[in-house]
């Protein structure tokens, strides 16, 4: 169903919905027959949400197709990412509430470290602390390549964010450079299209001189680029469903995407206190809150089955809290999975909890990917989920006559 379709069927409501994310919250078992992350945390709050609820998975880009942070949460907006098709730049931008304008190319930027070859040793220069990559990022922002105006901003850690406004409109079709694995260089910079081709020369000057000025640094001495991306022009999440839009996250990215859909996002501290203060505080303004738990994530990509566990269990400690500020419709899932087993996002489908509303009898008693693979709500694409909310929460008419 299209997205101007849904907006057909909007029908007025007071209630409330909260959609919390936990970053990369599907994972694996790390022996087989054993349980997964999710499953192996002690989780009774999100237990007690099933029978009043259902559970099920959900793909958020198609099955066996790893998903970037990106697609999969613009999936959990209800925006199919195979549609609406964004590069990260764009949403690190609007993270940071940089002043993007039409025709600005916007790229995700990585400090990476490299040896004497050339070859990554560690990609996110282990994680180069805020505090250190801002003084790179003031350095790598004096280089200016003829053709364009060049703006380089920190977001967080070992992130930053590269602008070039050209002289005149040009095509943006470049692929990463980032080739996702240690022991071999950069990958070049290269149009994917030749009317792309003099954008993609004037980044690869840019990369020569970031390289040369970062040559001395002992960490962080290099960068890669990813999601080559333009401001688009898609239907906005307020006017398609109905709602006013509030989202709160610690990392830039998730506010970007937020924004770049219409929601208005706020900063937090990373932590579950601070997005359990921000609901309780907007709860009378907003009727959608879209709160982001980046913890999860981290955790699976450092292949840390454990800690991941723990996070689980730290939100499970914070539910009734969010429960107690008032949402009729409560979704809890995750954008991808990040099984700590492969230190990385994987294709598997995401377990999700949706409570309240109208339900039928939910035979899951807890909230894990077993359960939810013969749960109420099945097995289900990721932008299925935001509409079968906003109808729990009575917030759609009939289709048709």
Known sequence: MKLTQIADIVHPSDSKILLLVLDGLGGLPLETGGRTELETARTPNLDALLPAGGCGLHDPVAKGITPGSGPGHLGLFGYDPLVYTIGRGVLEALGIEFDLRDGDVAVRGNFCTVDDRGDIEDRRAGRLPTEESAPLCELL???????????????????????????????????????EMTGVPPLPVTARSEASRPLAGMFAAWVDEARETLASQPSGNMVLLRGFAQLPDWPRFPDVFGVRAFAAAAYPMYRGVARLVGMEAAAVDDGLEALAAELERRIDDYDFFFLHVKGTDKAGEDGDFDRKVAIIEEVDAVVPRLLAAGPDVVLVTGDHSTPALMRSHS?????????????????????????????????????????????RAGRFAKYGA
């Open 141 to 179: 922002d004096e280089i200016q390549v003829p053709g364009a105006t060049w703006f380089v901003r920190p977001v967080k850690e070992h992130r930053f964010l590269v602008v070039a406004r050209p002289d005149e409109p040009l095509e943006s079709d470049i692929d990463d450079t980032d080739p």
């Open 347 to 391: 294709w598997h489908p995401v377990p999700f909890l949706m409570h309240g509303g109208p339900s039928r009898r939910e035979s899951a008693t807890s909230f894990g990917e077993t359960g939810c693979q013969s749960g109420s709500l099945g097995r289900l694409h990721s932008w299925e989920l935001m509409p079968l909310a906003a109808a």
